[in-house]
């Protein structure tokens, strides 16, 4: 292999599964003519980071999986060397992929108890057999960021929490999952990505912590990472200033923090990947294309994921890197190569999906992560109101056909009420309706897991729970990201609180069952939240 063929091992291109055949023989001839090392999958080009200015529709696919399978056989026939295969899977290939099992998000396996932290482990390797079984080697996941900034628009739901021994314990838990099933992992956003409030796909956050205190804290899970020798580190789009002589610099383009603090003083020999490189926190920086890609490799980076411009940065590699650090990080991700069996001639794939074996882990989870956060005698209050007729259920954001009220109703029967989203005119009549009943078993199911606009959930809603907190009885499951009990106004005033996390099927049966038996919830909060 010369230099230059070395040197486009290190590029990895974004690729797209629903794609136009145009796009797929362009991505085949930069195979074949630049030697790449490996491919970045995401769903289509709409649904990636750079739709965010486009707002481009995304048209779904149920083919996607078949899809995914065939498009890997046809790019690693246009390899001469094997590619390796790697895709954004924090909870299941269902971040990218129709009809694929879904996992929890990391925040739902947060707030499991320690003492089941091998169901992280088991979602890790469900993750990893999912991945394996499509053609897949390497999961850039999971995050390792301390979830410690409530307002920050790009993590909240996919930390494991706030506490940084629970964090690394768990995000080890996954990988070794994933790992034990032949598939590469990857700890995220170095040096921590938890305490910013810009989102780094549009800006650049900057973290005012100094080294001593991001030793404290933020670098804890990726030092436990370390000692347990991860597969690969990825490097957030972040800056921090002390570590820079303050200057706001991002991570991912900074050899004080890639070579002096991850290289030299955590002593990290492992594979070292960017994030993706054309979020604008880093892609409008240079007029030169080509340019980018080199300041991110002399930064330290062996990887470049998402790389736009991969002829002009071979070339800047080319004439700029010295020959020892080609090989070093040529070397790196050879060992990558081989532990995945990239260079396996039976590598065909060999699992198939267990959709069966996802629900009934989920099922596991759901039982074990459920919360109660308050509890004011909920069982003989609700028992009394549905004897005397005066109670009822009411669902927010999904119609009276769901599951959790399908669950309640053998044992549990009172009428059933639901406001829809951009319902404006029904407030009234819904609150109308209910002036009749007394207690109420309210479910909301929280539309968006990302916290931008509220969670998605409309004012006009947020009003409406608090006139039915202050004039009467209720117990309230809130099926969604915990941070959304920030938003929901009176919250001392209910009966009951319960934090069920998730929106599957497994987790409203599993919510059911534990408000008709009242029973104890092992779950806790993973994240502090401020809602009295």
């Known amino acids: 292999m010369t230099v230059e063929q070395k040197i486009g091992q290190f590029f990895f291109p974004a690729v797209f599964i629903n794609d136009t055949e145009e ?55 246009a390899a001469t060397t094997p590619l390796l295969m790697s895709i954004d899977a924090e909870w299941g ?53 301390i979830n410690n900034n409530p307002n920050n628009p790009v993590i909240g739901y996919r930390s494991f929490g706030e506490n940084k021994e629970k964090v690394a314990q ?12 032949g598939i590469l992992g990857c700890l995220k956003h170095f040096p921590g990505h938890g305490n910013t409030n810009v989102d780094s796909h549009l800006g650049l956050p900057v973290l005012e912590e100094t080294l001593e205190q991001l030793l404290e804290n933020e670098l804890y899970p990726f030092i436990k990472g370390i000692e347990s020798d991860v597969d690969s580190i990825m490097i957030g789009h972040l800056a921090v200033p002390a570590l820079n002589d303050g200057a706001n610099t991002s991570a991912t383009l900074s050899k004080s ?28 920086l240079y007029d030169r294309k080509g340019q980018l890609e080199w300041e991110a490799f002399n930064a330290g980076n062996d990887v470049l994921c998402f790389a736009e411009n991969v002829p002009e940065g071979i070339q800047e590699i080319l004439k700029n890197a010295t020959p020892k650090r080609i090989e070093e990080s040529y070397n790196r ?14 590598e065909a794939p060999t699992t198939e999906l267990a959709f069966t074996t996802a629900s009934l882990l ?57 406001v829809k989203m951009d319902a404006k005119n029904t407030m009234s ?13 309210i479910a909301l199911f929280v539309p968006k ?8 959930i409309e004012d006009t809603v947020l009003q409406l729970l608090k006139r039915l907190f202050t004039s009467k009885t209720c117990v309230l499951y809130v099926f969604g990201n915990p941070y959304a009990l920030t938003l929901i106004p009176d919250l001392p005033s209910v009966s009951g609180l319960v934090q069920v996390y998730q929106t599957f099927e497994e987790f409203q049966k599993a919510a059911a069952h534990q408000l008709l038996k009242n029973s104890y919830c092992q779950g806790t909060l993973p994240v502090s939240i401020s809602y009295l």
């Open 429 to 441: 009549a819904v609150e109308k309706t209910l002036k009749d009943y007394d207690t109420l078993i």
């Open 23 to 77: 796009n797929i023989q362009a991505t085949e001839e930069l195979i074949k003519k630049h030697n790449i090392g490996g491919l970045t999958f995401f769903h289509s080009r709409a649904s990636a980071a750079t739709n965010y200015e486009t707002k481009k529709k995304i048209f779904f696919n149920d083919d996607s999986y078949q899809r995914l399978k065939d498009l890997i056989v046809r790019y690693q026939k």
């Open 257 to 284: 923090i890639i070579e002096t603090l991850l290289r030299k003083q955590l002593n990290y020999d492992g594979l070292i990947i960017s994030d993706a490189l054309n979020m604008h926190s880093v892609s409008k």
């Open 333 to 346: 991700l050879l060992k990558c190569k081989k532990k995945a069996g990239v260079f396996d001639k039976d």
């Open 449 to 456: 897991a990302k916290s931008i606009n509220n969670f998605d």
């Open 362 to 418: 989920n099922h596991k989870i759901a039982q074990n992560c459920i919360t109660k956060i308050k509890d004011t005698e909920n069982t003989a209050v609700i028992s009394n109101a549905a004897k005397k007729g005066t109670l009822a259920k009411l669902s927010v954001y999904k119609n009276t056909e769901n599951t959790f009220f399908k669950t309640l109703e053998s044992s549990l029967s009172a009428p059933e009420f639901a």
């Open 170 to 181: 768990f995000a080890l838990e996954y990988l070794r999952g994933m790992n034990d099933a």
């Open 93 to 145: 290939l269902a971040m990218r992929v129709e009809k694929t099992p879904q996992y929890p998000y990391a925040i739902t396996l947060g707030a499991l108890p320690l003492s089941e932290s091998h169901l992280v482990y088991e979602v890790g390797k469900q993750i990893g057999l999912d991945l394996k079984s499509v053609g897949l080697h390497y999961n850039l996941a999971p995050l390792a960021d």
